[in-house]
């Protein structure tokens, strides 16, 4: 929100003590980096270790337990530091609400948590065989994300230490849409495309070239909305309540 940002600007440059004092009572929050307090850039990345996974551009059924472990251990890194920042920018009884694309059961490879990124992988194989894009370059790329089980991420708030957890939610998202009562199968898969388009574009862009990006996301809304006519798919929000200590 522009005039949040704006409220925590002036927080900052305000001269009366008891005035800052309260616009950081009534945000909850303090500091920043002066423009605003909002969370910076997730320190998200890929985890090392990921060789053996080259068949695979994500966690999946196939990939090995040494993988499997490289990717826990990464999203526990990521997010032990992004806590502590948002520790430092919270006040005392400050609370934060955190939604996660999750998982509803314990297992990482679980098909709730990898067929969006499976259907990618398709698209990307298709590419390679006609030629559009180096499979060395396929092989050697691995999605940075890391979808957790609410356990995971309860694990994770109380090993950083400074939040109290107030509730923990799951719930789950029809990804399938309707237009004028019936289900088209070419609009189908828009949405979806459109969400995982904003998570990794940028990240196909720097491995595939800003080329063939509009030609992965046009073929990913395809396959994502054929396989919504077999199958229904949902995704997963892990949400948490937190208070700063």
């Not at 990794?200 to 396959?223: K, N, P």
């Amino acid at each position: 929100s522009k005039h949040i940002a704006n409220f925590v600007w002036v927080s900052e440059r305000v001269r009366s003590a008891k005035t800052r004092m309260e616009l950081e009572k009534v945000l909850h929050m303090k500091g920043g980096n002066e423009d605003t307090s909002y969370a910076q850039t997730a320190y998200v990345a890929v985890p090392k270790g990921l060789e053996a996974n080259k068949q695979n551009i994500c966690l999946t059924s196939t990939s090995p337990t040494s993988v499997i472990k490289a990717y826990k251990d990464q999203f526990q890194k990521d997010t032990t530091m992004f806590l502590q920042s948002r520790s430092e920018e919270l006040v005392k009884g400050g609370q934060m609400v955190l939604t996660y694309w999750g998982r509803a059961t314990e297992d990482p490879t679980s098909a709730e948590s990898t067929f969006a990124w499976d259907l990618l992988s398709v698209v990307l194989n298709q590419l390679t065989s006609e030629g559009t894009i180096e499979e060395e370059k396929v092989e050697a790329f691995n999605i940075p994300v890391y979808h957790p089980s609410s356990t995971e991420v309860v694990e994770g708030v109380e090993r950083e230490g400074s939040f109290v957890i107030n509730a923990v939610d799951v719930s789950q998202v029809d990804c399938d849409g309707q237009e004028n009562g019936a289900t088209v199968i070419a609009k189908r898969g828009e949405a979806p495309s459109r969400l995982l388009r904003s998570i990794v574009e940028s990240i196909l862009a720097s491995q595939f070239g800003t080329a063939v990006i509009d030609e992965i996301f046009e073929r990913y809304t395809r396959v994502f909305g054929d396989h919504m006519s077999r199958q229904r798919a949902v995704l997963t929000n892990v949400t948490i309540s937190v208070t700063k200590k």
